[in-house]
């Protein structure tokens, strides 16, 4: 039998003063990396650049990669990464209603707690690459569950 997997693929763009690039999502009230699936034939670090282009308007490039993460329960695997912004202008599009700079130690309470953790990884361990599974409710059942807002 084949497994089927999805492929994430998100950006983390941190700005002079240490603060991470979020975009809050116009679907779910929820901030997270800009990022999202990984397109068919397209390798992760492209992947990247071009989901970090449509949910902010900014052009990147791929510094490193941060993190290999695991969601067995889901058949799902994500790839993060640091990105440098090249050029471009923050721009508000159909998925974000809002891109901010956070203080890693200020984020959003309704950040995704999966995110934050990889956030957390890399500043932990910057010049490693953290292999990890992730495990526990997906972002969807927290808020379902009243356990995000």
């Not at 994500?78 to 599009?93: A, E, R």
């Not at 809002?98 to 500043?123: A, C, G, H, S």
Request: aromatic share 8%; with cysteine; charged share 30%.
């Amino acid at each position: 039998m084949k497994s089927q997997f999805t492929i994430g693929v998100f950006g983390m763009i941190f700005d002079e003063k240490n603060r991470v690039l979020l975009c809050h999502r116009k679907d779910h009230d929820l901030w997270n990396l800009p990022g999202g699936a990984l397109e068919a034939g397209e390798a992760p670090w492209d992947g990247v650049r071009r989901e970090v282009r449509e949910e902010t308007g900014l052009n990147v490039e791929v510094i490193k990669l941060t993190g290999v993460y695991s969601k067995q329960d889901k058949n799902n695997i994500v790839f993060s990464f640091v990105c440098k912004i090249m050029d471009g202008q923050i721009t508000l599009n159909d998925e974000a209603d809002q891109i901010e700079y956070f203080e890693v130690d200020k984020l959003p309470v309704n950040t995704v707690p999966k995110q934050v953790e990889r956030i957390n990884d890399f500043l932990e361990a910057p010049t490693e690459v953290t292999l990890k599974i992730q495990r526990g409710r997906s972002t969807i059942e927290l808020l379902e569950e009243g356990k995000l807002k």
